[in-house]
């Protein structure tokens, strides 16, 4: 984050679009659920930013970088970093186009996902949970859902032959006119509820190829593995710290009768695996490592300071219940130690490297 004026200049314009129409809907479920995993400051970018796009459009017009800081009160830095939050978890995504003269930024609004999405997401709904405890998420489950349609209810609508069935087929002759006017222009695309976007979870985030080795066909069958199969598998390889090696036997035990993979066993043996591994019913904030956006870059300019860059490196790079586990020798920390932690960043909203700075600060006042 320290070379984030490399990306970014206050001089640099930006303009505001939408993926689709944004609805009052989107802005419950951005403040209801989507607030607590990106904070106050992220929030209100984003409605800044949804702000900019004129009443009922897609389209907001051109200002700059220093006009948003002047709005928001704000550094640049900061907005760099919060932008990114937007980023990562689905909300925005950023375009660049570069002239001779300038670089425009062009910031796309993306809906939230819809109740049902969020709630079966499978990353999102289990950090919401540890965010704001069960009283809290069971009030925005129920807030969030109402009755079905009753079972025994029949459903006695009209198709629309049987409506219009006296229409003369003249009609629904096509003209060559008609068809002229019903074409939309290369460089326009039509006014539409956007599509919202889950949290994507890099390729690099789980070895695949080390998953599939050793593998036959027999244990896991390849047709199982779809797209939506293997995203889920990512999602929980990061969610609850699974290797690749240890994902096998989660996956294998998710393969049911017909040779096939939900994601909703998937989650389950995820969980189980989870429960038994950790002995927790849930991933906490204390097995979070430090964002890579918030990642100090090592001092290049002299060699006296690797030592340093070492440590820090080394306390971005583990969840402060690991660094317990290294400095214990390897036994597991207590369940009072980690609930502190977690209490501290949850009230502080710290991050966890700053935590583990913490411990570590702690640990060599007390001679470890």
């Known amino acids: 984050m320290s070379n984030y004026w490399k990306d ?17 809907l989107d802005r419950q479920i951005v403040t209801l659920l989507y607030q607590p995993l990106i904070g106050s400051f992220s929030f209100s970018l984003f409605l800044t930013l949804w702000g900019e796009l004129e009443q009922n459009r897609v389209w907001g017009k051109s200002s700059t970088h220093r006009q948003l800081m002047a709005a928001m009160q704000t550094s640049l830095k900061t907005i760099h970093s919060e932008k990114e939050k937007l980023e990562g ?20 609004l993306i809906p939230p996902l819809r109740p049902d999405e969020f709630f079966q997401d499978g990353m999102l709904n289990v950090f919401l949970y540890n965010r704001v405890g069960k009283a809290r998420f069971q009030q925005l489950k129920e807030y969030f859902s109402h009755p079905s349609v009753p079972e025994e209810a029949r459903d006695i609508t009209r198709s629309f032959n049987e409506v219009f069935a006296s229409v003369q087929p003249s009609e629904w002759k096509m003209s060559d006119d008609m068809i002229e006017a019903m074409e939309l222009r290369e460089d326009h695309e039509w006014m539409k509820e956007g599509n919202s976007q889950p949290a994507a979870v890099t390729d690099d985030a789980f070895d695949f190829q080390l998953f599939l080795a050793g593998l036959s066909d027999t244990l896991i069958p390849r047709k199982a593995l779809t797209d939506q199969v293997k995203e889920t598998i990512k999602k929980l390889a990061f969610l609850y710290g699974i290797e690749p090696l240890q994902m096998q036997n989660v996956v294998m035990s998710a393969v049911d009768e017909h040779d096939m993979i939900t994601t909703e066993a998937l989650r389950k043996a995820a969980s189980d695996w989870y429960q038994i591994e950790r002995g927790g019913p849930l991933p906490e904030l204390v097995d979070k490592v430090q964002p890579m956006n918030l990642r100090e870059q090592p001092n290049q300019q002299s060699s006296t300071n690797a030592k340093e860059d070492n440590l820090i490196a080394l306390l971005e790079q583990v969840s402060p219940r690991k660094l317990l586990q290294d400095i214990g020798g390897g036994a597991e920390p207590s369940k009072a130690d980690l609930k502190i932690i977690e209490e501290i960043m949850l009230d502080q ?19 470890m």
Do not use: A, C, W
């Open 8 to 24: 970014l200049l206050p001089v640099d314009p930006y303009v505001v679009k939408s993926s689709g129409l944004l609805q009052d």
């Open 349 to 367: 909203k710290l991050e966890p490297g700053v935590i583990n700075v913490l411990i570590y600060y702690v640990m060599l006042k007390t001679d």
């Open 89 to 108: 978890i689905g909300l925005l995504k950023t375009y660049i186009k570069e002239t001779e003269h300038e670089r425009l930024f062009i910031y796309e």
